[in-house]
């Protein structure tokens, strides 16, 4: 396998594990591309739609799917026997899922993870767990993919930028070759942590750029709140030992402008329907799909607590999700911290 490999459709077998937005959306990409892709989905109802109606109308509505596109639910027939297994679940059942293919998979299958979030409790990041659960993968088989890309401009084919992050560059360089298209452009990185901190992260910053919205606060206020949220990013990862180049890229300041600024992002809208006075549980009532970065917030928090990093952004947002805090003291609390320089030492 090499970075530069050409990609022969009909010899690379691949399986997409989970059939919410994102992984539909990448899934049908790669079927369109020409992979027959074998495709795992939890609800009956979703794969009868697919198989009868080539669509996905629970999760991704409007977009016709490929007929190289195999939805089962039998988990155990997308992950063995394949080259290449993607996984795109909400990051708090990483682990439940990641271990029913435990034990499926040959030390040649490359596995990555394309869902955000840090696991609470652990603090692993996806490929954390990955390499946990799945111990017969060798870590050089391991990836990540992540970016500023929403599900729907995908299906949709709108240019689109992302990263794919492996330790090992023919890894990384293998999936590059594997997702690109003439509108989805993918770039190579080796700091897989890096990569998923900021798609972590810059989910729970969505939620705070949510609520500046839902206060009507002004561009202003968002625009100071994006970049003290990517410094906040940035000093978590060098902490953890992340390239701080990493946060300048696709994954980092790319995923967090998208994330906080777009109306398809789950975590904004979350945010905002905070700020105009919602409550949480009310709000997540009423979604079907999930918004990473109520759950990260908890992680966060706790990690960031645990090695001793300064995260008042994301520390706020905790307070207020799990302890009632209310956005308008938040918000003081963020504006009348001692004065400091802007740029870290670090």
């Given at each position: 396998m090499s970075?530069?490999?050409?990609?022969?459709?009909?010899?690379?077998?691949?399986?997409?594990?989970?059939?919410?937005?994102?992984g539909t959306a990448l899934a049908n990409l790669l079927a369109k591309k020409g992979f027959k892709t074998d495709f795992w989905v939890f609800e009956e109802e979703v794969k009868k739609q697919i198989e009868e109606e080539h669509e996905n109308k629970v999760f991704l509505p409007g977009f016709t799917l490929s007929e190289n596109l195999v939805p089962t639910n039998d988990i155990a027939r997308v992950a063995s026997d394949k080259d290449f297994v993607l996984i795109v679940v909400p990051s708090h059942i990483m682990r439940n899922v990641a271990g029913q293919i435990s034990g499926l998979?040959?030390?040649?299958?490359?596995?990555?993870?394309?869902?955000?979030?840090?696991?609470?409790?652990?603090?692993?990041?996806?490929?954390?767990?990955?390499?946990?659960?799945?111990?017969?993968?060798?870590?050089?088989?391991?990836?990540?993919?992540?970016?500023?890309?929403?599900?729907?401009e995908?299906?949709?084919?709108?240019?689109?930028?992302?990263?794919?992050?492996?330790?090992?560059?023919?890894?990384?360089?293998?999936?590059?070759?594997?997702?690109?298209?003439?509108?989805?452009?993918?770039?190579?990185?080796e700091d897989m942590l890096g990569v998923e901190l900021g798609g972590a992260v810059k989910n729970v910053i969505a939620l705070s750029a949510g609520i500046v919205d839902g206060l009507g606060l002004g561009l202003n206020t968002r625009a100071a709140l994006i970049t003290r949220g990517l410094a906040e990013i940035r000093r978590l990862?060098?902490?953890?030992?992340?390239?701080?180049?990493?946060?300048?890229?696709?994954?980092?300041?790319?995923?967090?402008?998208?994330?906080?600024?777009?109306?398809?992002?789950?975590?904004?809208?979350?945010?905002?329907?905070?700020?105009?006075?919602?409550?949480?549980?009310?709000?997540?009532?009423e979604m079907r799909m999930v918004a990473e970065g109520v759950k990260t917030a908890k992680s966060v928090y706790n990690?960031?607590?645990?090695?001793?990093?300064?995260?008042?952004?994301?520390?706020?947002?905790?307070?207020?999700?799990?302890?009632?805090?209310?956005?308008?003291?938040?918000?003081?609390?963020l504006m009348t911290r001692d004065l400091k320089e802007e740029i870290d030492s670090i």
């Open positions: 970075s530069n490999c050409e990609i022969e459709v009909n010899k690379i077998k691949i399986g997409v594990v989970g059939a919410g937005s994102w998979l040959s030390e040649k299958t490359i596995v990555a993870s394309a869902s955000k979030g840090i696991e609470n409790g652990t603090h692993l990041t996806m490929s954390g767990i990955l390499a946990e659960v799945l111990p017969e993968v060798p870590a050089d088989h391991l990836a990540v993919l992540s970016g500023p890309s929403f599900a729907k995908v299906a949709a084919e709108v240019p689109t930028a992302v990263t794919v992050a492996s330790p090992n560059s023919d890894t990384a360089g293998f999936l590059q070759h594997v997702f690109s298209t003439p509108y989805f452009r993918a770039y190579t990185s990862g060098i902490k953890m030992g992340a390239n701080p180049r990493t946060f300048s890229g696709l994954s980092g300041v790319g995923d967090l402008l998208l994330t906080c600024t777009g109306d398809l992002s789950r975590n904004h809208t979350v945010g905002k329907k905070i700020g105009e006075g919602k409550k949480l549980d009310e709000i997540l009532s990690l960031s607590m645990k090695i001793g990093v300064d995260m008042p952004i994301c520390h706020e947002i905790y307070r207020l999700l799990y302890e009632d805090l209310s956005p308008q003291i938040a918000v003081t609390r």
